[in-house]
Nanobody, 125 residues
Framework: QLQLVESGGGLVQPGGSLRLSCAASLGTLDDYAIGWFRQAPGKEREGVSCISSSGGTTNYADSVKGRFTISRDNAKDTVFLQMNHLNPEDTAVYYC??????????????????WGQGIQVTVSS
């Protein structure tokens, strides 16, 4: 079993930054690819970024390229999503998810067996 917990969300002004963290409160992230998804009110869930289990491969949605950076810490037990130059369109509930993917990661929700509870990110003046 694996239990995930997100942290680091909150309210920021446009142009500001936040760093989200995804950690395991039960089990370890070492064997899993980690994806960040988000869902804005009334909209479908979308993939934001993901990182392979080894940390060697990362992917970003076009809407966040150049602004967001995903990484794993040295112990491979926490995954971060550094979000810079935030704009109101980034407002959403953000979820981290873990899945047993080999090699590169994909934005296929059903391939992720474990999900965090979600955390609110609000970008507003």
């Amino acid at each position: 079993q694996l239990q995930l917990v997100e942290s680091g969300g909150g309210l920021v002004q446009p142009g500001g930054s936040l760093r989200l963290s995804c950690a395991a409160s039960l089990g370890t992230l070492d064997d899993y690819a980690i994806g960040w998804f988000r869902q804005a009110p009334g909209k479908e869930r979308e993939g934001v970024s993901c990182i392979s289990s080894s940390g060697g491969t990362t992917n970003y949605a076009d809407s966040v390229k150049g602004r967001f950076t995903i990484s794993r810490d040295n112990a491979k037990d926490t995954v971060f999503l550094q979000m810079n130059h935030l704009n109101p369109e980034d407002t959403a509930v953000y979820y981290c998810a873990a899945g047993p993917m080999k090699g590169r990661c994909y934005y296929v929700p059903t391939w992720y067996g474990y999900w965090g509870q979600g955390i609110q990110v609000t970008v507003s003046s």
